[in-house]
């Protein structure tokens, strides 16, 4: 098995990257192929101790910056570690693709060298969040900001193969997420959307609101990219700034501070628990290649975390399970 | 002056809200109608001490609950609690109206009652969320689900209007919503809206992200309807979603509860800041009168603040100054 690791993507790159591939390849003893500029990751890699045979590095003369244009970046730059690596795993030299860079460039490139998977029609970028019962998948978070209904009907699908075999929990719900629970609420499509799930074999329990989101009502949250991408930043930012806040008051008060000195414990804690680094990354569906997008600002756990998912991804067969899935079972495929 | 309440409206309704309105009456000495089911309201009056004066009451012998569809229900339902309040509101036997009822129904009724401000095509909510430097203000969150481009332009320019005259703060900030914030990004509608606002007087920033609602980075953010409901709904729930991961944190951790006994103090100060209730209910801006909405939630706290809203906007005279600015400036007058 090789992961192929975009060195060069992500605020911190290629920095993080190396490290976090380092720390994989040590704990998982998986193989590694980093792509990037040669020299200065074969600097970064001297300060590390790892196992040799596991890492090695596959030159890409171009990177494609965070804020550039998706389609036009991935058309101009075909020397950038992203295409290199999706062109590698097109070609079989590696199992797994991932990147912390440009996630619209990884999703435009994915798509248009790896193809779809059959049955499928547009990619859906989903990632398991934390909630008050366990954690949720919620799918699309920025892949397709402008999908039609069959969209959000597939995502629903593919979500519901990756519940039941790569988590391993059979007949996961299904919420659409909507500006109310009745089915009358919403614009045109979703309403449309809310047809095509009920009739589908999914375990559609109905609309579901943003107050939802983190209650853990249901397993899996379908939504557009757009609503999607809008309410997981949201999200990120807010536990950040209720976790300033109550900083904050701790400190502007005398008993506060003492409080917060028997606290660290509970603290830590509480921060790993709502950590996005410690969940590894989101899950490109829908392209025909195992491909796993990290956020921009991750660090050296995100990345280590990013390629074990990776890891799982190839030995539960994901893809091979979606495809199963629609093409033999009839029930499935008659959804499509 | 006078406020009518609706005091059907809301989930612990008329309980909280005629508790709500006596604490409002008692506190600001403002004239309150309420307006509901009289045997019931007039048996919770009895078990408060207040300035009788200053509280009256309408009948209505309808209520449009909750779930139901916002337009039918205002159609068929006229002696409800909603549609009154509006005729009276109209006919200007009050001077602002205040529900925590069915949202939809009060969009809905106030646009068809009292119809829309000169040169505004559509009525927005706006709301104001705590963020690290202070606060922002948000429109729209769910009155307009399926809005033009031109919407969202008016929608800035009367949170501008409100920002200035209300909040006095001139030249408030104004972003876009948006998946990100260079100007190539988004959807077409996004795109046709950074380009209105980015030709209008307002101080535009340009695009902001999800991650940006509680940063501060702007006093205004504008968005669709759709996406500003989830977003605020997310957040809603989020807040409450961490405190409770943070208290089982405590709770599971010996020092964590001692550490806990000190900091009563500072979670009573940090629930203050980001409770709601606080806030006091989202003004409906662009139609022509004072109308509040209060969260269907909603505590006597909340609607006492969403009272003292109320009472503020009348004094402000939001409206006024809106149609002043429109008409009176020219470069105002230009941008539509």
Do not use: W
């Not at 366990?134 to 799918?139: A, Y």
């Amino acid at each position: 098995m090789k992961i192929i690791v975009d060195a060069m993507g992500g605020d911190k790159a290629p920095e993080v990257i190396v490290c976090g591939a380092v720390k994989a390849a040590t704990e998982y003893r998986v193989n590694i192929e980093l792509i990037g500029e040669p020299g200065q990751i074969e600097a970064l890699l001297k300060k590390h101790k790892y196992p040799k045979d596991y890492i090695s590095l596959h030159p890409a003369s171009e990177v494609i910056q965070m804020s550039e244009p998706a389609a036009l970046s991935v058309r101009k730059k075909k020397d950038s570690s992203i295409c290199i690596g999706l062109d590698l795993l097109k070609e079989r030299q590696g199992d797994a693709f991932f990147s912390a860079g440009n996630t619209g460039a990884v999703v435009c490139a994915s798509t248009l060298t790896l193809g779809m998977l059959l049955g499928i029609e547009r990619p859906g970028i989903a990632i398991l969040i934390p909630t008050l019962k366990g954690f949720s998948l919620v799918i699309d978070v920025g892949a397709n900001i402008d999908p039609k209904p069959l969209h959000l009907l597939q995502y629903g699908f593919m979500a519901d193969v990756y519940f039941c075999h790569i988590l391993n929990r059979p007949h996961p719900s299904v919420g659409l997420l909507n500006i109310g629970e009745e089915e009358s609420k919403g614009t045109d499509f979703v309403k449309e959307t809310y047809h095509l799930l009920s009739n589908s074999h999914l375990n559609f329990i109905g609309n579901v609101e943003g107050k939802d989101l983190f209650s853990g009502k249901c397993d899996i949250i379908v939504c557009d990219g757009f609503v999607g991408n809008v309410a997981l930043k949201v999200s990120e930012s807010l536990v950040e700034t209720v976790y300033t806040f109550f900083e904050r008051h701790l400190k502007s008060n005398p008993l506060g501070m003492i409080g917060s000195a028997f606290l660290s414990a509970s603290l830590a804690q509480f921060k790993k628990q709502t950590d996005y680094s410690e969940y590894g990354g989101a899950v490109l569906l829908g392209v025909n290649g195992v491909v796993i997008i990290g956020h921009g600002r991750s660090n050296e756990m995100a990345v280590k975390n990013a390629i074990r998912r990776a890891k799982e991804e190839i030995e539960y067969r994901v893809n091979d399970r979606i495809i199963e899935a629609i093409n033999v079972n009839p029930v499935r495929k008659q959804a499509f």
